[in-house]
């Protein structure tokens, strides 16, 4: 008897794809995605479709409720609360064992790098690398479960960001400085002081997502910046 298998690189490649358009908007909130669909639109097999859909409703990229057809994810604001604060909890215990070793991972300066870099030449498009940021940062714990958590919420924390790029709420000034103070932070070994700059980091970015979908905006939004002012200063 023949075993009939799916070519997994074709769903990966399939996955990624769409989870590309859907963070480019190229596939918008509540767009309906079927089997028939996919399979046309990379010209694959029904089940290799099914696949990659499975795997992006398992990822949270698509929904499905009650046996109906997918949908691309909606956020609310209070998703995008709930997603943040799950990751304010996480990151900020991987910045306080960071903090105690003083251990400042290269990955972080260089995309920190890359959004000034960004920031100079006029772009908002900064998204991947502040993502890069901050992953180096949970990476460099050297924990291959907390890295595998943080990245199930990775595609929802681009995603929450993806809503804001462009549109100038989220100031690359005050991410850049934030960022390079928290490394700082590391360095000295600060570790509450560091758990509270991100805690102020993450919440900005939270209430701005949270009104940006319809929400209202939480206090945290318009506070400025500790970091532009420990510069200032």
Same mark, same amino acid.
């Given at each position: 008897?023949?075993? $009939?298998?799916?070519?997994?690189?074709?769903?990966?490649?399939?996955?990624?794809?769409?989870?590309?358009? @859907?963070?480019?908007?190229?596939?918008?909130?509540?767009?309906?995605?079927?089997?028939?669909?996919?399979?046309?639109?990379?010209?694959?097999?029904?089940?290799?479709?099914?696949?990659?859909?499975?795997?992006?409703?398992?990822? $949270? @990229?698509?929904?499905? $409720?009650?046996?109906?057809?997918?949908?691309?994810?909606?956020?609310?604001?209070?998703?995008?609360?709930?997603?943040?604060?799950?990751?304010?909890?996480?990151?900020?215990?991987?910045?306080?064992?960071?903090?105690?070793?003083?251990?400042?991972?290269?990955?972080?300066?260089?995309?920190?790098?890359?959004?000034?870099?960004?920031?100079?030449?006029?772009?908002?498009?900064?998204?991947?690398?502040?993502?890069?940021?901050?992953?180096?940062?949970?990476?460099?714990?050297?924990?291959?479960?907390?890295?595998?958590?943080?990245?199930?919420?990775?595609?929802? @924390?681009?995603?929450?960001?993806?809503?804001?790029?462009?549109?100038?709420?989220?100031?690359?000034?005050?991410?850049?400085?934030?960022?390079?103070?928290?490394?700082?932070?590391?360095?000295?070994?600060?570790?509450?002081?560091?758990?509270?700059?991100?805690?102020?980091?993450?919440?900005?970015?939270?209430?701005?997502?949270?009104?940006?979908?319809?929400?209202?905006?939480?206090?945290?939004?318009?506070?400025?910046?500790?970091?532009?002012?420990? @510069?200032?200063?």
């Amino acid at each position: 008897m023949v075993t $009939k298998i799916v070519v997994t690189s074709v769903i990966d490649a399939v996955v990624d794809d769409l989870k590309g358009l @859907v963070l480019a908007r190229g596939l918008e909130a509540g767009t309906a995605l079927t089997e028939a669909e996919v399979a046309a639109r990379y010209d694959i097999a029904r089940a290799t479709a099914k696949a990659a859909i499975e795997r992006l409703v398992g990822d $949270k @990229v698509l929904v499905r $409720k009650n046996h109906k057809t997918a949908r691309v994810v909606e956020l609310g604001p209070e998703d995008v609360r709930d997603i943040y604060r799950t990751r304010t909890y996480l990151e900020s215990e991987v910045l306080r064992h960071l903090a105690e070793r003083r251990a400042v991972p290269p990955d972080s300066r260089v995309a920190n790098a890359e959004i000034q870099a960004l920031w100079e030449r006029g772009s908002y498009e900064i998204v991947d690398p502040d993502m890069r940021f901050h992953t180096a940062l949970i990476d460099s714990l050297g924990s291959a479960r907390t890295s595998q958590i943080y990245g199930s919420l990775a595609f929802e @924390v681009k995603l929450c960001m993806a809503q804001l790029q462009g549109s100038q709420q989220l100031s690359p000034a005050i991410i850049v400085a934030e960022h390079e103070r928290i490394l700082q932070l590391i360095e000295a070994g600060d570790g509450e002081g560091v758990a509270a700059l991100l805690a102020e980091h993450l919440a900005r970015a939270r209430e701005l997502l949270a009104g940006a979908l319809g929400g209202v905006p939480g206090p945290e939004a318009f506070l400025p910046s500790s970091a532009l002012e420990t @510069v200032r200063g």
